[in-house]
Nanobody, 119 residues
Framework: QVQLVESGGGLVQPGGSLRLSCTAS????????LSWFRQAPGQPREEGEL???????????KYADSVKGRFTISRDNAKNTAYLQMNNLKPEDTAVYYC?????????WGQGTQVTVSS
């Protein structure tokens, strides 16, 4: 089992940057596919948009079309931490961002961190 804790959210102006962190405890971090989801107001977390994925095998990375070229996902298995670097933020990026870890049928979520992009 894995426990996930996100940090790094906040209020930023359009065009600004934020870096989200997701620190894991419990099972070996390297065994899990890691991803970031975001949840719009009124939307269930499990129906949120998959923003970025970093698999545990072959280091495959995938981004939503809406964030390609602006967001970068990375992971440091030695630190049990995943990151989401978000640049050139837009108002439509406003959401609660969740870290997600998956290994087989086992899925774990962090508590979420609010990102608000507004002038």
């Amino acid at each position: 089992q894995v426990q996930l804790v996100e940090s790094g959210g906040g209020l930023v102006q359009p065009g600004g940057s934020l870096r989200l962190s997701c620190t894991a405890s419990g099972d070996s971090f390297s065994n899990y596919h890691l991803s970031w989801f975001r949840q719009a107001p009124g939307q269930p977390r499990e129906e949120g948009e998959l923003v970025a994925l970093f698999t545990s095998i072959a280091n495959y990375i995938k981004y939503a079309d809406s964030v390609k070229g602006r967001f970068t996902i990375s992971r440091d298995n030695a630190k049990n931490t995943a990151y989401l670097q978000m640049n050139n933020l837009k108002p439509e990026d406003t959401a609660v961002y969740y870290c997600h870890a998956q290994r087989g049928a086992d899925r774990y979520w962090g508590q979420g961190t609010q990102v608000t992009v507004s002038s």
